[in-house]
């Protein structure tokens, strides 16, 4: 028996000793822009290595006094947030039209909404431009709400619509036997049943929203607007050359809120990345 207790406890302390292993060199990289961030901007260019580097907040110091990071983080956040509810209201209800009812061209409309995200981003730049100045949405949080929403709002649907098929139809037939309207029946039954798939979606978006670059610097041409990814080219040119620690510090702010996302509810999340993976 006390073999046995023995080898068993050897086994566990392997396998976490494997996994401790294998977080470390997933976090290095992250570990590693942290620690340019932190490090003054001379020892960054030297081109002789440095083993034992010197840190200091020079860096942190310079993006909160001379740059307006609070408003930049403020506005990704808002954006983000906006884009992906902007996301959700519109897209459970046409994924659910799109999973049940059967009307002529719904595999049509299915494939189209969705070929809408393969289409390259600049053929639509220039109009895009055009729409939101001559609705005087430029340089806002609000357009950039808008726009994201707009992108990921294909990606959105059909991820839904994908859960919304694994449902068995017998618990929306007996809803509807007790007198139950479909409003009543996407609301209390279908939502609750695909909230795994409702949380990868809202996942799936707010990183698309981060990464997306080209509109937000076609809307946002201006420091009022101006959101994380933005900020990062802002550190890129100029008289000052290539900041370099300000550029891993601010990849690194942006980097944690998603990361702090994705491990609280990864549950959910894991739950729904295979939930709607059979069903198409």
Partial sequence: MASIRRSGGERLWIRYLILGSWALFCLAPVLWFLSIGLRPRTEIITPQPIYWPTFSLDAWHMLWSDWPMAKYLRNSVVAIIGSVIIDLVLAIPAAYSLARY????????????LSTRMMAPAI????????FRNAGLLDSVWALMLIYAAVNLSVVTWIIRSYMLDIPKELEDSARTDGASDLRILWEIIIPAIR???ITAAVIAMIFAINEFLFTL?????????????????????????????IAL????AFVPV???????QKHLSRGLTLG???G
């Fill in 218 to 246: 076609l809307i946002a041409s201006t420091p009022k607007a101006y959101t994380m990814s933005v900020a990062l080219a802002n550190f890129t040119g100029g008289s000052d050359g290539v900041i370099y620690n300000a």
């Fill in 250 to 253: 601010v990849a690194f702010l």
């Fill in 259 to 265: 990361f702090i996302v994705v491990v609280a509810i």
């Fill in 196 to 198: 795994p798939g409702i």
């Fill in 124 to 131: 639509v730049a220039i109009p895009i431009f055009f729409l």
């Fill in 102 to 113: 059967q009307y002529r061209g719904r595999e049509d409309i299915g494939f189209y909404i």
């Fill in 277 to 279: 993976a059979v069903k």
